[in-house]
C-alpha cells in the first residue's frame, strides 16, 4: 500500500516538474490582497515586468481580493511564485512544496512592522480601556483568520491575554483587507478596526481626508516581513535566477537604479530583498504555535483529557514544523 502511495506522488509531481521546467511557459505569480485585487496587480505589473526580463519567462499575475482565495490557488496548484507572508508562508512551505527565497526589507530599516488597533478621533473609544471594558458594545473591523496583523497577532497579544475572542465578543464584525478595515472606521461602519504600520501609511497617503478621522490606540510587537515563495520543482538554477534577481533589484547606481528604487517605493514603500531560506518562517511557526496553545488553554473542552490531547497535538505539530523548516530540502 506504501508502495502504490509512492508511486501516485511520483505520477503527480513529475508532471509538474516537467511543467515547471518548460521553457517559454507563465510563471504564476500570487500576490496576497493588501489593498483591492485591481490596485495590488497594478502595483506588482512593474517589478513582474523586469522579472520576466531577468528569467526570460513571461509571468502571470494572480491578484486575488482574499486570503482564502489565494490559498484554494496554491492548493490546486495553480501558483508557481508568490508574495506570502506568516501563516500562509508557513503553510506553503511545510504543506504545499514552496520555499523561501527572499524577504522584503522596507525604507524604516526595522526587521518587521507592528500590528495595530485603530479608532475614530473623537470617537466613542478614547482608549485601549473601553475596548478590553466592554467588548460587546462595539463594531469590529477585522482581517481574515491567516491574516498576521489583521488577525493572529492582535489575537494572541492583546485580545486572548484579556480573556477577549475576538470572533465572538464584538457587537459585530466585518472581515476584509487592511483599507478595508480603516475605511470602515473613518466611515462609521466601524468602530474599531485592525491594522498595521505599513499598511497604514499607505493609506494616509491614498486616503488623507479619512485617515485625519484615525487614531492609533495599540501597537503589537515588531512582526517579521513577508517574504517571496517558488515551488520546490523547479531547478536550482532557476531558484537562483529569481533569488539574484530580487536580491539585486533597485541595488544599481544611475538612471537604472532610480526607476527600480522608484518601483520599489511605490509597491507598499519597501526598500528591497534580502536573501532568505525557510528558516526565516521560525517566526511565523511560533506565533502560530503560540495562538493555538492560547486557545486551547482558554477554550471549552469536553474534560480536561481532550485538553491535554489537544495541547500535545499541537506541541507535535510546532516540532515537526521547525523540523521541516530547518531541514528542507534544496
Known sequence: MLWRCALAV???ALPLAAAAQTAGMPVRFGILPLGGAFESRNDWDPLLADLSKAIGRPVAVLSVTSYDALEQAIQRNEVDMAFLSGKMALDAVTLRQMKVVAQVTRHDGLPGYRALLLARKGGPIASLDAVLGDPDRWRLARGESRSVSGFIVPQLQLFLPNRIVMETRFRSEVVGTHQMTALAVANGEADVATNNTADFE????QFPAEAARLQVIWESELI??????VRRDYPPEFQQRVQGFLTGYAKAKGSKGDAERAVLKSLHDLAGFLPADNTSLVPAAKL???LARQNALTGQFVNEAARQARLQRIEATYADQLA?????PP
Request: net charge positive.
Open 10 to 12: 511520483l505520477a503527480l
Open 202 to 205: 499607505r493609506f494616509k497617503l
Open 224 to 229: 517579521p516581513h513577508a517574504q517571496i515563495v
Open 288 to 290: 502560530a504555535y503560540q
Open 324 to 328: 521541516a523548516l530547518r531541514d528542507s
